[in-house]
């Protein structure tokens, strides 16, 4: 836990001193984008290893609460000083533009891989309707074989 945590602390702080060593000769944001990406990849995992750490009821889990929460607020400290560069240099809604796109492409992610989980159930319910009619219709083949042959041992006799 407090290595996956020291991990996101050490990527996000690798992304926030990229993009600062970048901001000033990038030409467009995408030239910082990486570094923007991990700074969001970074982010998810502190908040998750946080998260995780909310959750433990004994003591021994709150021994540390006050690095946790200071952290966090270095997190958003670096945050807010990465949106400042970025808006300065290209503009004062880029941040803001950044956070919507990435919304929306998290959305697009989430409704494909809904769709992708429908798909899915939905094929496995054709192989099984498949597979039940199958059946269905060998049972019907076998009855009526059994019904011709009881018919015709019948007639013999």
Request: charged share 25%.
């Amino acid at each position: 836990m407090i290595a996956e945590a020291l991990a996101g602390i050490a990527l996000f702080k690798s992304a926030v001193a990229g993009i600062k060593s970048a901001i000033g000769t990038a030409n467009d944001v995408s030239e910082i984008g990486s570094y923007i990406n991990q700074l969001f990849t970074a982010e998810k995992q502190i908040n998750q290893e946080r998260n995780k750490k909310a959750g433990v009821s004994s003591l021994d889990g709150f021994r540390d609460a006050a690095s946790n929460v200071i952290d966090a607020k270095l997190v958003q400290e670096q945050l807010a000083e990465v949106r400042n560069l970025v808006n300065m240099r290209f503009g004062p809604d880029t941040w803001q533009s950044i956070l919507d796109e990435k919304a929306k492409q998290e959305r697009e992610a989430r409704l494909a891989a809904a769709e992708a989980r429908r798909l899915a159930i939905e094929k496995q319910d054709n192989i099984l309707q498949a597979v039940y009619w199958a059946v269905c219709i060998g049972l019907g083949i076998f009855a009526i074989s059994l019904i011709l042959y009881v018919i015709k041992e019948a007639t013999s006799v």
